[in-house]
């Protein structure tokens, strides 16, 4: 294997990063199964899509270290993780406040 994270475990991460990303802007239920908040402030959307971003993290390193040795990670990794993530949530926002008759 050559150290190298095969392609499948990447692909799950990145299709689950979606997902998580743009959950909190698809539904007015709290991490999916909670109860219905209608309307759900930005707050919350935004502390929901933080602790899913740190499930990921989460789910990205247990699969690395399944797959082999984990590779010690610094502040910039996450750093720019959490940014990356944010990025995948645009979509989701946009449908949520940016769109014509968009209800909050």
Known sequence: ???LIPGWAVV???AVAVLAANAPFLNNRLFLVGPQRVPKS???R???????????FALGR???AQLGQASPQRWEFYAVGTLTFM???FPGF???Y???NAVH
Do not use: D, N
């Open 1 to 3: 294997m050559g150290g």
């Open 12 to 14: 799950a991460v990145l």
């Open 42 to 44: 930005l707050f919350v």
């Open 46 to 56: 935004l502390l929901e899509m933080l602790v899913y971003a740190g499930l990921v």
């Open 62 to 64: 247990a699969l690395e």
């Open 87 to 89: 990025t995948l949530a």
């Open 94 to 96: 946009v449908w949520r």
């Open 98 to 100: 940016l769109r014509r």
